[in-house]
């Protein structure tokens, strides 16, 4: 009988410690999705009502990012655990602090032409962040996503209000360059080597954006309503597909998971984040 006392209290005092260090204090790097996934064997319901219930707080505080960090872990969580009450509750609110971080990101600097000139000159997310720590970014390298990926680990890292687009930009056979947007990170880009635009639009993934680089704005400019229109006309371009492909399924359980896709793609997707609070209130009124 003590020797079970004993382990009780190990468990108590284990659960308590994973609570306060990954559910309750969301200042560390947001690697959220494996935190959650590798302590899902401490789960408690009331852990995540507390979860939620700090970034309900943060929000009213305007700590957005903290916010989000917080209520999107919560998402991770209820979304494996399929609890959709709390998934129904939590979305709207999720949304309210992305819709916040992405305006907050629009009073920055805006800068779409940061584009690489060659194979050796991309540009650098390090140097840039310490000449603005804010704004609306495009970053495209020679042929690869790379300083666009590093800018937004730099952005998870440091909490920090900075956007970037996932860019590459490609020489063209008229000695022009072509910028190609895509969707997400793990899509699989063609090698820049001079080709047509024809030719290189066949190459790329589904669902990309191709623009000439005289399409895209020039130079370093304060945010505005305008500038502000504009990067958001380029979100919602990147989702629409995704959106779509999200609105024409029919299982319930395939639109969260299409949904969630599309805010992979575009974090602050509005619509995508009230569908899924419909669908989950819908499947909670089921259980």
Same mark, same amino acid.
């Given at each position: ?29 947001? =690697?959220c999705?494996? +935190? ?21 707080? #943060?929000l @009213? ?6 916010a989000?960090?917080?209520? %999107? ?5 209820? &979304? ?12 709207l609110?999720? #949304?309210? =602090? ?16 940061? +584009? ?10 390090e ?5 603005s720590p804010?704004?609306? &970014?495009?970053?495209?390298? &020679?042929? %690869? ?5 590093r ?5 998870? *890292? ?7 687009f ?5 020489? @063209?056979?008229?000695?022009r ?16 080597r ?11 993934? +589904? ?6 680089? *005289?399409?895209?704005?020039?130079? %370093?400019r ?12 380029? &979100? ?11 609105? @024409? ?21 509005e ?5 899924? =609070? ?10």
């Amino acid at each position: 009988m003590g020797e079970d006392n004993t382990q009780n209290v190990k468990r108590k005092k284990r659960e308590k410690s994973v609570f306060s260090t990954f559910y309750v204090f969301p200042t560390f790097p947001p =690697a959220c999705r494996g +935190l959650c996934r590798g302590n899902d064997v401490f789960y408690n319901p009331r852990m995540l009502q507390a979860l939620c219930e700090t970034g309900q707080r #943060q929000l @009213m505080e305007m700590q957005y990012l903290a916010a989000e960090l917080s209520l %999107s872990r919560a998402e991770v969580i209820a &979304w494996e655990r399929r609890d959709f009450d709390t998934l129904a509750r939590l979305y709207l609110p999720l #949304q309210e =602090a992305r819709r916040q971080r992405r305006q907050r990101c629009g009073e920055g600097t805006i800068r779409l032409d940061l +584009l690489a000139t060659g194979p050796h000159d991309s540009p650098d997310p390090e140097r840039l962040l310490a000449e603005s720590p804010s704004g609306q &970014w495009l970053l495209a390298g &020679w042929g %690869s996503i790379a300083p666009a990926l590093r800018l937004r680990q730099l952005q998870a *890292d440091k909490q920090i209000y900075v956007d970037t687009f996932l860019a590459a930009v490609y020489p @063209m056979a008229d000695g022009r360059r072509a910028v190609a947007i895509v969707p997400t990170a793990e899509v699989a880009l063609p090698l820049p080597r001079g080709q047509s635009i024809d030719v290189l639009l066949a190459d790329l993934p +589904l669902h990309c954006i191709t623009l000439h680089e *005289d399409e895209l704005p020039k130079g %370093s400019r304060a945010g505005t309503y305008e500038t502000y229109g504009e990067v958001m006309a380029i &979100w919602e371009r990147l989702h629409r597909p995704f959106l779509a492909a999200a609105d @024409m399924q029919v299982d319930p359980i395939r639109k969260i998971e299409h949904y969630r896709r599309t805010i992979e793609v575009d974090y602050a997707c509005e619509l995508a984040h009230q569908r899924l =609070a419909e669908v989950a209130k819908k499947l909670a009124r089921q259980k």
